[in-house]
């Protein structure tokens, strides 16, 4: 028994170790992409940018740890081939972190870009989309002071800019959820170029800026940061922010109040062939700091603080609705929850909702609740110092 269990083992190791090893890939033979750029050049072909890890280099730390390879081609795929011309190493994207796609490619639309990506297994869904204001081999080729890897850089900066919810965060695979539904149209965070003075030399510096507004895969336009939020707020994408609002006695002093929770409810109706939207946003967050050396935690006045950030909220939810429904891209998901209420009305809605869609009425409902104060009841006072 023991001899046969032993012979059979001796004939089925080799074989497993072939399966394991079958799609092996050498790490001498790859070009780890860490970054890729997209830019559409005048005569309609694609200019794919890689930024590329050299590992040598990161060991060492005596240089760049990466270089920025671009190449040319019909499809973005035939780029990535192209690539082949200049890099010794077949493209890997695995480790690919982020997505830049060129402000001028993404108003020709994204669809046909994308479709490379979607299918292909080696790209991450968990990959940060951006679109650039400017070039995307630009942004590729930029730097950051606490980072080395510039691409690491992008995707720092893409993970803490929810801490105050004035940019939109978006893996791939968010933007293709979008692009694939018939009615919602994406938003993501915009990037840029910042040029540096250091010591009479301009560096080139990464920094995120603005968000691109979107008309199903084509870029119509942007929003500053509020108009941003105003978006974020409907999308219950705030989970933390800051609200700067006016003292209520002491006017031309800043008060800032920290949101630690909103919740937004969408309530779709029709009446009499009128489509509207209520918006019922909910709002909690705590005293933080005040600019002026008045009491502030009386009950009336806390109940002004609410009031008076309340009204902040409402006015950035506003200001985006009206400019996305000038540009018609329903970027607030108004189209999924129609369908939800009203199934069997959303046939011939869906088919009408680019005209649909400018003409929603919408309501808001916003309250603001202000819960702790910090550690004192009362301002740092200049008099007590004395």
Same mark, same amino acid.
């Given at each position: 028994?023991?001899?046969?269990?032993?012979?059979?083992?001796?004939?089925?190791?080799?074989?497993?170790?072939?399966?394991?090893?079958?799609?092996?890939?050498?790490?001498? @033979?790859?070009?780890?992409?860490?970054?890729?750029?997209?830019?559409?050049?005048?005569?309609? /072909?694609?200019?794919?940018?890689?930024?590329?890890?050299? #590992?040598?280099?990161?060991?060492?730390?005596?240089?760049?740890?990466?270089?920025?390879?671009?190449?040319?081609?019909?499809?973005?795929?035939?780029?990535?081939?192209?690539?082949?011309?200049?890099?010794? /190493?077949?493209?890997?994207? #695995?480790?690919?972190?982020?997505?830049?796609?060129?402000?001028?490619?993404?108003?020709?639309?994204?669809? #046909?870009?994308?479709?490379?990506?979607?299918?292909?297994?080696?790209?991450?869904?968990?990959?940060?989309?951006?679109?650039?204001?400017?070039?995307?081999?630009?942004?590729?080729?930029?730097?950051?002071?606490?980072? *080395?890897?510039?691409?690491?850089?992008?995707?720092?900066?893409?993970?803490?800019?929810?801490?105050?919810?004035?940019?939109?965060? /978006?893996?791939?695979?968010?933007?293709?959820?979008?692009?694939?539904?018939?009615? @919602?149209? #994406?938003?993501?965070?915009?990037?840029?170029?910042?040029?540096?003075?250091?010591?009479? @030399?301009?560096?080139?510096?990464?920094?995120?800026?603005?968000?691109?507004?979107?008309?199903?895969?084509?870029?119509?336009?942007?929003?500053?940061?509020?108009?941003?939020?105003?978006?974020?707020?409907?999308?219950?994408?705030?989970?933390?922010?800051?609200?700067?609002?006016?003292?209520?006695?002491?006017?031309?002093?800043?008060?800032?109040?920290?949101?630690?929770?909103?919740?937004?409810?969408?309530?779709?109706?029709? *009446?009499?062939?009128?489509?509207?939207? @209520?918006?019922?946003?909910?709002?909690?967050?705590?005293?933080?700091?005040?600019?002026?050396?008045?009491?502030?935690?009386?009950?009336?006045?806390?109940?002004?603080?609410?009031?008076?950030?309340?009204?902040?909220?409402?006015?950035?939810?506003?200001?985006?609705?009206?400019?996305?429904?000038?540009?018609?891209?329903?970027?607030?998901?108004?189209?999924?929850?129609?369908? /939800?209420?009203?199934?069997?009305?959303?046939?011939?809605?869906?088919?009408?909702?680019?005209?649909?869609?400018?003409?929603?009425?919408?309501?808001?409902?916003?309250?603001?609740? +202000?819960? +702790?104060?910090?550690?004192?009841?009362?301002?740092?006072?200049?008099?007590?110092?004395?």
């Amino acid at each position: 028994m023991k001899k046969c269990l032993c012979l059979a083992l001796c004939f089925l190791l080799p074989v497993n170790l072939l399966l394991g090893c079958w799609d092996r890939n050498e790490l001498s @033979t790859l070009a780890i992409v860490q970054a890729i750029g997209i830019d559409m050049m005048e005569d309609g /072909r694609i200019s794919l940018s890689t930024q590329i890890l050299k #590992p040598g280099a990161l060991k060492s730390g005596s240089e760049k740890s990466i270089w920025v390879a671009t190449s040319t081609g019909e499809t973005l795929f035939d780029a990535v081939r192209n690539a082949s011309l200049q890099t010794d /190493r077949r493209l890997f994207f #695995p480790h690919n972190k982020a997505i830049i796609i060129s402000e001028e490619t993404a108003k020709k639309g994204l669809v #046909p870009l994308f479709d490379f990506l979607m299918r292909d297994v080696e790209v991450r869904d968990l990959t940060y989309v951006f679109v650039a204001k400017g070039k995307a081999v630009d942004i590729l080729k930029g730097e950051h002071e606490q980072e *080395t890897n510039p691409s690491k850089a992008i995707e720092n900066l893409a993970e803490t800019s929810v801490l105050a919810s004035i940019l939109p965060k /978006r893996y791939l695979i968010d933007l293709l959820s979008a692009l694939e539904n018939k009615t @919602t149209s #994406p938003i993501l965070p915009g990037i840029k170029i910042h040029k540096e003075n250091k010591d009479s @030399t301009f560096t080139d510096m990464i920094v995120l800026d603005n968000t691109a507004v979107f008309k199903k895969d084509r870029l119509v336009g942007w929003f500053d940061p509020f108009e941003a939020r105003g978006a974020l707020w409907v999308l219950n994408e705030v989970k933390s922010a800051t609200i700067v609002v006016e003292s209520p006695l002491d006017e031309d002093k800043a008060v800032s109040l920290d949101v630690i929770k909103s919740i937004a409810r969408l309530k779709p109706e029709i *009446t009499d062939s009128i489509l509207r939207m @209520t918006i019922k946003v909910k709002v909690e967050g705590n005293l933080t700091e005040q600019m002026s050396s008045v009491n502030l935690t009386s009950p009336e006045n806390f109940a002004e603080l609410e009031k008076r950030a309340a009204a902040i909220v409402e006015e950035e939810i506003m200001t985006a609705i009206v400019k996305a429904q000038k540009w018609g891209g329903d970027i607030f998901k108004f189209g999924e929850e129609f369908h /939800r209420k009203y199934p069997q009305e959303w046939t011939e809605l869906e088919q009408d909702w680019d005209e649909l869609f400018p003409e929603i009425e919408v309501k808001l409902d916003v309250s603001v609740q +202000l819960n +702790l104060i910090g550690l004192s009841s009362e301002p740092l006072n200049s008099e007590r110092m004395e």
